[in-house]
């Protein structure tokens, strides 16, 4: 009688504390489905004791005695096994007509009209997706997971068909309209025409391979040293050796290639998932670690690229020998000294006046100072600039666009920008415009970023011009994106990078600025336009790159032919006149003046030409050389013999007047 109590007393907490979380659009069922799976790493769709007790827990279920906890658990695992499945436990919480209970019944009774051939035809849709998506490498599921929520409502994190069909188009997979459509009906498991993007995103993903599972619990446990649950991402950061890739060993790519790429994994996680205190629990490591290696198939190469790459067998020796903590990572409750770090702090250097100081900081020094980010950055691409500049605000708590130096220095760090103590000096003096000793990154970023050349800015305008034909003042996102054509990028013709890579990087550009500076807008203006593309701008150095980047990405070339770019002409192609042409190679005097003979063809000559053929022979003089006279001067120094005819016509005329 006292468990049945205890049963009755936890499920009414337990509907209460579901009832104070969800809002008007979630159901509570999907909000206790949610939380399970949190914690069923390998989506068995069962939770052990454990787990069970440590999601009620965070749901907020408290109960005065722990043995308690067991008690419940034992009454729902009623044949002892120690884990129960929590979809029949949702079900039995919320009663027979709950969306689940139907779930669990339509499922253990089928119709008897079930097509065969379209479950058939489904299937083969759904191993051509998940195919698609591992073809992407550790990015691809991760840049379509993060795509799927930008589309998703953000109240629910519901999508419609519509929506995912758009998202499916926006990545470029290699779907019909068709294709896509019976996609999403597979994801629509109780076919209300919605899915919430997280059961699609982990249904692409998969469970979790135990071998792959167990020795990422181990590199946990190396990390978490202070047994919290929770590691900080720095330590991971600070853990990774991208010079041990297999990868780099091979040569096919460098350690700051390798290092850059899981820097900016781990930050998209994080945009992910929602974290804003730099730390990871169990479950989040594993799940992170899950979406980025999804693509590998082979356990022995995961097996090698995690040793490799968090030197597990080294840190495992020197904690043993040493017997010492790495890194402890401080619980969620001291969130907020992370946000501050605990590092010496920085003082401006001691010495003259304030003037002098800031002068130091200013001209020519700053400016190469600058230019040195600005190159470290550019093999990150615009996602690099992008993830600095929402670091930069994570940080600032009090949102008065300021920093203290010890959070700077910790941007700076986690972006692997190392800086002489000189150089910091000379950047944040610069930069602490109200000379409080405050760093303001936003003066910052707008030197880092830089202003439009001339040539730079015609080709916006060129590109504002077709997206917005109208002059509305309005770009539709849509058509930024299904405008770009990354097979005509220079670096996929030239074979440096492939297709898709360019796609990703353009598209989780534009996510990323969205996220950072619009939000949720299906638009943008012409200024938000130039302000998204001067991120390309700052880590494009040459004018003519950038011209004929997005000359040629967004067709701008063929649609205004006085703007075609070929080899050797700077200003671009110019119009050929062949009137103009003709009269340029035969009347050159016209163009470039000067007498008929100074334009001559073939060039005029002071020898003396000689005019006998073989039906005029030389005569004497000829054959003796004659006289060295130029051409066209008259050598006789006689009278001029003239026709008979001639001369009584002289004479004639003569005589006659």
Not at 72 to 101: C, H, K, M, P, W
Not at 320 to 334: F, K
Not at 462 to 470: G, N, R, Y
Request: proline letters at 4%.
């Amino acid at each position: 009688m006292a468990t049945q109590n205890l049963k009755l007393s936890f499920e009414n907490d337990l509907r209460k504390k579901l009832a104070q979380k969800v809002s008007a659009h979630i159901p509570e069922e999907r909000t206790l489905l949610k939380n399970f799976k949190y914690f069923d790493v390998n989506d068995t769709g069962k939770i052990s004791q454990q787990d069970f007790v440590r999601a009620v827990q965070k749901i907020g279920v408290i109960l005065p005695n722990p043995n308690d906890y067991v008690s419940v658990f034992s009454f729902y695992d009623v044949e002892g096994v120690g884990y129960i499945d929590y979809r029949e436990f949702t079900a039995s919480l919320f009663g027979t007509q709950s969306v689940i209970a139907k779930q669990i019944n339509l499922q253990a009774n089928p119709p008897q009209s079930t097509n065969q051939g379209f479950e058939t035809v489904s299937k083969e849709v759904v191993r051509k997706f998940r195919s698609q998506v591992l073809q992407r490498g550790p990015s691809g599921l991760l840049n379509f997971a993060r795509h799927l929520k930008m589309n998703a409502d953000r109240r629910t994190g519901n999508l419609s068909a519509r929506d995912f069909v758009a998202a499916i188009k926006d990545l470029r997979f290699d779907l019909s309209i068709g294709d896509i459509e019976r996609l999403f009906e597979v994801y629509d498991t109780d076919g209300d025409g919605r899915a919430t993007f997280e059961d699609i995103v982990y249904t692409v993903r998969g469970s979790v391979d135990n071998t792959r599972k167990n020795l990422l619990t181990q590199l946990f446990d190396i990390l978490d040293r202070s047994k919290s649950s929770l590691i900080s991402v720095d330590s991971v950061r600070a853990r990774f050796d991208g010079g041990r890739h297999p990868d780099v060993i091979a040569g096919r790519r460098s350690a700051e290639e390798v290092i850059a790429e899981f820097m900016q994994l781990l930050d998209g996680y994080q945009q992910f998932k929602d974290i804003r205190d730099y730390t990871l629990t169990f479950e989040e490591f594993i799940d992170f670690y899950t979406f980025i290696t999804i693509h590998i198939e082979d356990n022995t190469t995961f097996v090698n690229q995690l040793n490799g790459t968090f030197k597990m067998g080294e840190v495992v020796r020197s904690a043993l020998q040493q017997q010492q903590p790495l890194i402890s990572s401080p619980p969620r409750s001291q969130v907020n000294e992370k946000f501050s770090p605990q590092s010496q702090a920085w003082s401006p250097p001691q010495g003259g006046n304030s003037d002098e100081k800031r002068s130091v900081g200013g001209g020519r020094l700053l400016e190469l100072l600058i230019s040195r980010l600005r190159a470290l950055i550019a093999g990150r691409g615009p996602r690099g600039l992008l993830g600095l500049e929402r670091q930069l605000r994570v940080l600032d708590l009090n949102c008065d666009n300021l920093l203290e130096a010890s959070e700077l220095r910790k941007a700076l760090k986690d972006f692997r920008l190392e800086l002489t103590e000189n150089e910091f000096a000379t950047l944040f003096t610069s930069f602490d415009t109200q000379r409080k000793g405050l760093f303001d990154y936003i003066s910052f970023f707008s030197a880092l970023l830089g202003s439009f050349s001339s040539a730079r800015r015609e080709v916006v305008a060129q590109l504002a011009e077709k997206l917005d034909p109208h002059g509305s003042g309005s770009i539709a996102i849509s058509d930024l994106k299904n405008n770009f054509s990354p097979r005509l990028h220079p670096d996929v013709k030239s074979g440096r990078r492939s297709e898709e890579s360019v796609l990703l990087e353009f598209i989780e550009s534009i996510d990323q600025f969205l996220a950072l500076k619009v939000g949720t807008v299906t638009a943008l203006s012409r200024d938000q336009l130039e302000d998204f593309l001067s991120y390309f701008s700052a880590v494009v150095l040459d004018d003519k790159l950038f011209e004929t980047i997005f000359s040629t990405t967004f067709r701008l070339i063929s649609e205004n032919p006085r703007r075609q770019v070929y080899a050797g002409i700077a200003g671009g192609r110019k119009d050929f006149n062949p009137r103009a042409g003709y009269l340029q190679d035969f009347h050159r005097g016209i163009y470039s003046g000067g007498s008929v003979a100074q334009n001559a063809p073939f060039g005029t000559s002071d020898g003396k030409v000689d005019y006998s053929t073989a039906m005029r022979p030389k005569t004497t003089e000829s054959r003796q050389g004659g006289l060295n006279v130029p051409a066209g001067i008259a050598t006789w120094s006689g009278a001029l013999e003239q026709p008979r005819g001639v001369q009584k016509a002289v004479v004639s005329i003569t005589s006659s007047k």
